[in-house]
């Protein structure tokens, strides 16, 4: 099973991440999202973030897992290449715990691809069959 895969959108880049489980998934999302970025093979895990996040459903949860992480980067000048997620349901709702690693962008050792503006809910969906699939597309 693939990690992640990328689809094309005018002016804007999607992708699917898949895993075993929704936590799995998760993890991939955000592997799909910095590789947007920047080569996360080449990103060191030097610095690490916790955060926590509750939604009220799955594709909640996914926008704003991306949002944070698209927050992180940006507000911490960081790239991120590890990511452990930890998602239970609590009621009616969806408690996500993350832990980031990455270390401070250099762009003098890391690639510059492509700049992430937005994290957009045009067509995200979270598909659980036997595994986990996530689709989500990004603003460029």
Do not use: P
Request: with cysteine.
């Amino acid at each position: 099973m693939k990690k992640f895969e990328y689809f094309d959108v005018t002016a804007d880049i999607g992708f699917y991440a898949c895993g075993n489980d929704l936590n799995e998934a998760f993890e991939n999302a955000g592997l799909a999202m910095f590789n947007i970025i920047s080569n996360t093979d080449k990103i060191k895990a030097l610095k690490s973030i916790e955060f926590e996040i509750v939604s009220e459903d799955e594709v909640s949860l996914l926008y704003d897992y991306l949002e944070e992480l698209l927050f992180y980067h940006e507000v911490e000048f960081m790239l991120f290449s590890e990511f452990n997620v930890q998602i239970e349901r609590s009621g009616d709702a969806f408690k996500l715990k993350a832990l980031i690693k990455g270390e401070e962008i250099n762009w003098d050792v890391h690639e510059r691809n492509c700049e992430i503006k937005a994290i957009t809910f045009h067509q995200m969906e979270v598909k659980v069959n036997g595994g986990v699939m996530l689709k989500a597309i990004v603003d460029l």
